[in-house]
């Protein structure tokens, strides 16, 4: 990875971070969603820096869609989604800094002292590795996704039947 690629990559990595304290850090869940969706876009951008086009795609595309309908439901169903109200996000925040700072450093010591292997001498081209995915895809995970896509259909139309008003048509 050249030098320039590694930069954008370091910067793109701190924008990710920054929108993700961001998602914590608003009082509105509109904006918090959309802060999420920018961490999830940047993400997608960090592979398309490392050479994974499919999976920046793929990112992009999923969370876009995923957090426009969140942002959609959270405006529909909350009682102050623009949080302009007296309502705090937050709980137990002693506890939850506490948590984060001990999890930050086991991450750091894991990351530290784990005995990484040697990096692969030959990575194979971009359009080999979209080929593997790809095959990988279609063949053991396909039934899986299939069975996944299926089900979040079916809990959709259903949650969409039951919120709708049952009309009582007797003439």
């Known amino acids: 990875m050249s030098t320039f690629r590694l930069i954008i990559l370091i910067l793109l990595g701190l924008g990710a971070i920054w929108f993700a304290w961001r998602v914590f850090m608003t009082s509105s869940m509109v904006r918090s969603a959309f802060s999420l969706l920018a961490a999830m876009a940047i993400l997608g951008a960090m592979f398309l820096v490392m050479r994974a086009e499919f999976l920046a ?94 089900s979040i259909l079916v809990a959709m139309v259903a949650a969409a039947a039951t919120a709708l008003p049952f009309k009582n048509r007797k003439k």
């Open 57 to 150: 795609v793929l990112q992009i595309m999923m969370m876009a869609t995923e957090m426009s309908i969140m942002a959609i439901f959270m405006m529909m169903y909350m009682m102050d989604p623009g949080g302009m109200g007296d309502m705090d996000m937050s709980h137990q925040k002693k506890a939850s800094i506490s948590m984060a700072v001990v999890a930050g450093m086991a991450v750091i010591l894991i990351v530290g002292f784990s005995q990484w292997d040697s990096p692969i001498e030959k990575v194979p081209a971009t359009a080999q590795q979209n080929y593997d995915l790809g095959m990988e895809l279609m063949k053991r995970s396909m039934m899986i996704f299939e069975t996944a896509g299926t």
